[in-house]
C-alpha cells in the first residue's frame, strides 16, 4: 500500500525525522552496545571533533545559525524540515550554510542559488552524500544513491529512454486504463470514503503492471489466488520495511567518526530488510527468466524486468549491468514513484475540491474536449489545458519532495563569494521557492489560471529551466521518471473530475501537512463523499 512505500523525498527530510530525541537515542544505542569502553572511545571521538574544527582554517562559508558540538543544528530541525528551513531562510538569506551532526550542509532558498548548484555548477553538485540504509538494503546501487560516475549516467540514460519514455508510455496505456476504470467502478458510492487507500491501490497496480507485468495490490472484488494474495502480502511488508529503513536515523551519515559505533541494531534490520527484498526480487526475475528461455518476447510484450535484462545481455564491459544493479533499479522505480504520485494526486483533489470555481472549469473543460459519452484518453490531455494548470499549481503548493535528495560538492569552489568545501551537502528547498512571495502573486491561493495563457505565470514549466519551480528537480539528477509521473497524475486527475461528482467531508480546514516519511503527505486523509456524474458503462473494461 502506499503509505508503506517508497523515499524519493529528500533523505534530510526523513532521516531528521527523529532529530529531537537523536542525542538521548544515539547514547542509548551505544551504552547499550558497548558499555565497558564507551567513556574513553566518546571522549577521545570528542577531543577529536574539537581539535578537527579548532585546527581546520575556517573557510568564508555562506551565514547560518551556529550549530551545537556534535549535533550541529540538528536540534533546529523538526518533523517538517523544509518549513523550518524555509524560517531560518528568512533570517540568514537564500544562501545559508549550517552543520547537521559533523556536515558542512548548504542551503538554497531561492532561484538564483538553486540554479548555480543545480546547473551553473551542475556538475560539482551532481554527487550524493554517504547514505548507509540505501548502501545496505539497495545495495548502494539505485540511481538515486549512486553517486555520479559514467555507471550511472548510463543507468539513468536507459532508465529515462528504454524504461519510462515515450515508446513505454505509449505501449503501456491499456494498463493505466484498466486501473483507473477499475477504480471509478469499485468506488463506494454515496458514502463517506478515505480516497488514499483506493487510489494507493490503483496507483500500485498501475506501477508493479508496468514494471513487472503484475498486479502488487488486492482489488476490492479481484480474485487473485492464494498464492498471489501471499506476495501481495510480502511485497507491502517489503515497502513498509524499506520506507523504515530509509527513513531511520543513522547517526554515522551524519558524524562519521561515530560510524564504527554502529547501531549494530539497524545495520541488522538494514541487513535483513536487503535479505528479504532480495528473494522476493529473485524469484521475479527468475520468472522472467524462465520465460525468455521459451521464446523471444514481443516488444509490446515486455515490462521493465525484460527490457533491464535485454540490457544485462547486451551492456559492454564498462558500463555493465549486473544483475545486483537491476535489482536496485526495479526498487528505485517502485520506490520512487508510487508514494510521489500518491501524495500529489490527493494534494490535487484536495485543492481542486475546495474551490467550486476551480471544479466548475475543469469539468467545464473535460465536456467540451472529452463530452459526456465516452471516458477520457490518454490522447485528450495535450488538449485538457486547465486540467494540466491544476496538477502544476498543485506541484507548486506541495512537492512531494519539498527538499530536493541531497546533492554534494565533489571539490572546494566558490559560489557568490563564499567558500564551498568539498563533500558539502546541498539541499534546495523547492517548497520554499516556490511560496516566495517575491516570485509569486498571493503565494499560498491555489490559482492554476496563474499558469494558463495570459495568466501572472503563464510560460513557467517543470522541465527544470525555471529554478522557481522544481517539483522534479533540475539538471543532471534532474527526476527521470518525470514523464510517467506526470502522465499519470494528468489522467487519474482528469478521469476522476470527469467521471464523478464529488463532496469533501474532511474535516480539516487548514489542510496542515505531514508528518514527512518518504514525501510529505496530508496530515488529515482526504474524505470524500462519491457520486456517478457519467454513466459508468465507459468504465466497464
Ligand atoms: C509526481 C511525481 C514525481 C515527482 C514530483 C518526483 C520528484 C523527484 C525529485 C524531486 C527527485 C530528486 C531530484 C534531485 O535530486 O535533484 C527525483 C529523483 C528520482 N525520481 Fe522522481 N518524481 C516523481 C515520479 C517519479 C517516477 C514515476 C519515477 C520512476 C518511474 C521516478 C524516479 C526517480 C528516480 C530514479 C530518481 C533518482 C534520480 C537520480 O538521482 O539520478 N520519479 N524525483
Known amino acids: 500500500m502506499l503509505d508503506d512505500s517508497k523515499r524519493s523525498s529528500s533523505r534530510l527530510t526523513l532521516s531528521l525525522r527523529e532529530n529531537t530525541q537523536f542525542v538521548a537515542s544515539f547514547m542509548a544505542f551505544s551504552v547499550m552496545e558497548s558499555i565497558p569502553t564507551f567513556y574513553v572511545l566518546a571522549t577521545t571521538v570528542l577531543v577529536i571533533i574539537v581539535l578537527r574544527s579548532v585546527l581546520r582554517r575556517s573557510p568564508n562559508l555562506p551565514p547560518g545559525p551556529t550549530g551545537l558540538p556534535l549535533i550541529g543544528s540538528l536540534h533546529l530541525l523538526s518533523a517538517l524540515p523544509h518549513q523550518n528551513l524555509a524560517e531560518l531562510a528568512k533570517k540568514y538569506g537564500p544562501l545559508m550554510s549550517m552543520r547537521l551532526g559533523q556536515e558542512q550542509c548548504i542551503i538554497a532558498t531561492s532561484p538564483e542559488t538553486a540554479m548555480e548548484f543545480l546547473k551553473n555548477q551542475g556538475a560539482n553538485f551532481s554527487s550524493r552524500p554517504p547514505f548507509r540504509a540505501g548502501d545496505v538494503v539497495l545495495y548502494g546501487q539505485d540511481l538515486l544513491c549512486q553517486n555520479a560516475t559514467s555507471q550511472w549516467r548510463h543507468h539513468r540514460m536507459i532508465f529515462k529512454t528504454e524504461l519510462t519514455g515515450p515508446q513505454r508510455l505509449e505501449a503501456t496505456q491499456n494498463v493505466r486504463a484498466e486501473e483507473i476504470a477499475h477504480l471509478i467502478r469499485t468506488l463506494p458510492q454515496n458514502q463517506k470514503v478515505e480516497l488514499r487507500p483506493y487510489l494507493s ?10 514494471i513487472l507485468n503484475k498486479r502488487l495490490s488486492a482489488r476490492s472484488g479481484g480474485h487473485e489466488t492464494e498464492e498471489e494474495l501471499s506476495a501481495i502480502k510480502n511485497f507491502k511488508e517489503i515497502t513498509h520495511e524499506i520506507a523504515l529503513c530509509l527513513s531511520a536515523f543513522y547517526p554515522g551519515d551524519f558524524i562519521p567518526a ?33 520465460e525468455r528461455k521459451l521464446g523471444a518476447i514481443a516488444e509490446e510484450e515486455k515490462d521493465m524486468v525484460h527490457v533491464l535484462l535485454d540490457e544485462m545481455e547486451k551492456s559492454e564491459e564498462e558500463h555493465r549491468i549486473t544483475m545486483t544493479n537491476v535489482k536496485a533499479i526495479l526498487w528505485d522505480a517502485f520506490s520512487a514513484s508510487v508514494d510521489t504520485i500518491l501524495i500529489s494526486s490527493e494534494w490535487t483533489l484536495s485543492e481542486v475540491l475546495r474551490k467550486p470555481d476551480v471544479l466548475a472549469k475543469a469539468q467545464e473543460e473535460l465536456d467540451n474536449v472529452v463530452g459526456q459519452d465516452r471516458r477520457v484518453l490518454e490522447s485528450d490531455i495535450p488538449k485538457l489545458v486547465y486540467i494540466q494548470a491544476i496538477v ?150
Not at 571539490?411 to 517548497?431: H, L, S, T
Request: a positive charge.
Open 201 to 210: 491501490v490503483m496507483l500500485n497496480n498501475v506501477v508493479s503492471r508496468f
Open 258 to 290: 561515530l560510524k564504527w559505533l554502529g547501531p549494530q541494531r539497524l545495520e541488522k534490520r538494514f541487513k535483513e530488510c536487503n535479505k528479504r527484498m532480495d528473494l522476493f526480487v529473485s524469484k521475479i526475475i527468475a520468472e522472467h527468466e524462465a
Open 392 to 541: 502544476k499549481e498543485a506541484l507548486r503548493l506541495h512537492p512531494p519532495a519539498p527538499v530536493l535528495a541531497p546533492h554534494q560538492s565533489i571539490d572546494a569552489c566558490k559560489a557568490f563569494g563564499y567558500d564551498i568545501p568539498a563533500e558539502a551537502r546541498v539541499f534546495v528547498n523547492v517548497w520554499a521557492i516556490a511560496r516566495d512571495p517575491s516570485l509569486w502573486p498571493n503565494p499560498l491561493e491555489f490559482n492554476p489560471g496563474r499558469f494558463m495563457p495570459g495568466g501572472i505565470n503563464a510560460g513557467i514549466d517543470m522541465k527544470g529551466q525555471h529554478f522557481q519551480l522544481l517539483p522534479f528537480g533540475a539538471g543532471r539528477r534532474m527526476c527521470p521518471g518525470k514523464g510517467l509521473g506526470l502522465l499519470i497524475m494528468h489522467y487519474c486527475v482528469a478521469s476522476l473530475l470527469h467521471a464523478v461528482l464529488w463532496t469533501d467531508v474532511t474535516n480539516d480546514p487548514e489542510m496542515a501537512e505531514g508528518p514527512a516519511g518518504l514525501s510529505v503527505p496530508r496530515a488529515v486523509p482526504l474524505q470524500v463523499i462519491a457520486k456517478p456524474r457519467l454513466a459508468f458503462d465507459f468504465y466497464t473494461s
